[in-house]
């Protein structure tokens, strides 16, 4: 992230502070719980590596804090390979819908000790939680072991994330955590959920998205690419004439 | 320096791109074939999705091979008529490669064909290229007799009908011949995202009985319009051409290519003859080391929407 990006964040984040302690809420809602993202919208232009994106907040009242980061759904073949006449070959599959093109967690302690597993169940946080729906070609295909496959495959792809990444309090009230995105973060529009603990009870939700799209000339040349793509298919053609003319040409007086 | 690439979706090191393309397109124009053999699984190691990667390959050698034959054709080096009928055949076949592509895909087993496809192609036409130019370097040191061109003998070939005049290369052979010779390389052109010079080249020197001479240049020749209809081809069934990823390509490509060019005139035929199985060798063993040899990851994923 940029740094004048950074400097309005924690701008922001400076004014959440003043808004948390002086302003008394007298909201109906028993847990005030305030979020907000540095960047709403995380643009892939052509020099785009990946970035991240900050996440803060502020609670009232002191308790625990979890994010999770979820990517548009889709579907997902999982391969396995097998030995045959020598050589490894992609046999048995099974296939899973709703799965995240992205996934990433943070907390600031252990999920296991701020909420029982239950909790952490129902509200499908945390990776081991995420339901991926199987719809298998193969009924007798074990599924533990292609769902792991799933995930760690996801995991070094850099779109599951290993282990939640660190929330950090400020004061008792403040806390902010990074969310990375690597350069091959899916587009499509994600939904953040900042869940508030209290007593192994969630006290708070709030939901806020976050779109990861294409802007500038990679966006338009996908975009024609798929809209115009017999048009496309010349013009890729021409433009590679052309190069190799001009480099005969340029080349020729030598 | 980074650049995202629009089609492929991820970003990659554009010096290591532009050097890759330099890099194979000094031997495209040593050797006469279009490179792909070796982008293709380069760029797939680096990455680049599969698809992404053959479909771009094809654009790329476009523009290789159209630098390629200019130095041939003021040469004179190029039979057109052999070219055309070559070609003929080569739209047909990359049209139906492109079909069964798309085919295989769907079935999970696309990488499995490519690298089947060039394991076989490569190993047969590498190992039968070094034995041959090996045996030729023997010759000519001890100056024997050198054999007579098979041009002359008379086979089954001889027999077929639809017999065409080749004048340029000085043949009278069936048309069908290097309309099947066409056909087979445009499957190969899409299903591997090659130009097909290193099946193509052996196939008019050994099959063909074509000079060695114009073989170059005639390949070149008919490569330019069979890529160009696989990369059509790719881009309206499956958007995989990647035009920023074949632009860089092509900048190294069609530089790499001239210095190639040059440096391959001054060298025998047999000697680059010799060199380029060794490479073909080499390439086929190390994608035969691949299959063989068990994955650190058994399992794969794929978006299944495709």
């Known amino acids: ?254 | 320096m980074q650049i995202y690439l629009p089609i492929a979706e991820i970003s990659v090191n554009i010096f290591l791109i532009l050097g890759l393309g330099g890099g194979v397109g000094f031997l495209s124009g040593l050797f006469g074939v279009g490179g792909g053999f070796l982008i293709t699984p380069l760029l797939i190691f680096y990455g680049i999705p599969p698809a992404v990667s053959v479909a771009t390959a094809a654009n790329q050698i476009v523009a290789s091979s159209v630098s390629g034959v200019f130095a041939h054709w003021r040469r004179g080096n190029v039979d057109i008529k052999m070219g055309l009928v070559l070609l003929a055949g080569g739209i047909v076949g990359s049209t139906v490669g492109v079909w069964v592509f798309a085919w295989l895909r769907s079935l999970g087993q696309i990488d499995l064909v490519i690298s089947l496809c060039y394991v076989i192609f490569l190993g047969i036409i590498g190992g039968m290229m070094l034995l041959e130019a090996t045996r030729a370097i023997f010759r000519t040191r001890r100056k024997g007799p050198i054999r007579r061109s098979k041009k002359h003998q008379h086979s089954f070939i001889h027999g077929l009908p639809f017999k065409m005049r080749f004048y340029r290369s000085g043949l009278y052979i069936s048309a069908l011949l290097p309309l099947a010779v066409g056909f087979f390389v445009g499957m190969l052109t899409a299903l591997m995202g090659v130009g097909g010079g290193f099946v193509m080249v052996p196939a008019m020197i050994y099959l063909l009985g074509m000079p060695t001479g114009v073989v170059i240049g005639t390949s070149l020749f008919q490569i330019i319009f069979v890529t160009a209809n696989v990369t059509f081809l790719q881009s309206v069934q499956t958007q995989t051409v990647d035009v920023a990823l074949a632009i860089l390509l092509l900048i190294g490509g069609v530089i790499g290519a001239q210095f190639g060019a040059q440096f391959g005139a001054r060298l025998k035929a047999e000697h680059l003859r010799a060199l380029l199985g060794l490479l073909v060798l080499s390439v086929c063993l190390k994608l035969l080391f691949d299959l063989v040899i068990e994955p650190d990851e058994l399992y794969s994923i794929m978006p299944g929407d495709l």
């Open chain 1, 1 to 254: 992230m940029s740094s004048p990006a950074r400097f309005i964040a924690s701008i922001c984040l400076s004014a959440f502070a003043i808004i948390a302690t002086s302003t008394p809420m007298k909201r109906a809602l028993a847990d005030p719980l305030v979020v907000d993202l540095s960047n709403h919208l995380v643009a892939i232009t052509t020099g785009f590596t990946g970035t991240d994106v900050l996440l803060f907040g502020a609670v009232q009242n002191e308790g625990d804090v979890i994010v999770t980061v979820r990517g548009p759904d889709q579907d997902m073949v999982v391969r396995r390979k097998e030995r045959k006449v020598g050589i490894w070959v992609n046999a048995e599959s099974a296939r899973y819908k709703n799965v995240p093109a992205y996934y990433a967690s943070a907390s600031n302690r252990p999920m296991d000790i701020i909420a029982p597993q239950n909790i952490l169940q129902d509200y499908r946080i945390g990776l081991d939680n995420q339901r991926f729906i199987a719809v298998s070609d193969n009924p007798d295909a074990d599924q533990k072991v292609y769902r792991d496959a799933l995930v760690r495959n996801m995991q070094n792809a850099g779109l599951f994330n290993q282990r939640p990444a660190k929330i950090s309090f400020l004061s008792n009230q403040l806390f902010r955590t990074d969310i990375h995105f690597p350069a091959n973060t899916p587009t499509g529009t994600y939904t953040i959920n900042v869940y508030l603990i209290r007593d192994g009870r969630i006290a708070s939700v709030k939901t806020t998205p976050l779109v990861v799209s294409k802007t500038g000339v990679s966006a338009e040349v996908y975009e024609f690419a798929h809209r115009y793509s017999a048009l496309y298919g010349i013009i890729a053609v021409i433009i590679a004439v052309i190069a190799g003319w001009i480099a005969s040409v340029a080349f020729r007086k030598r």
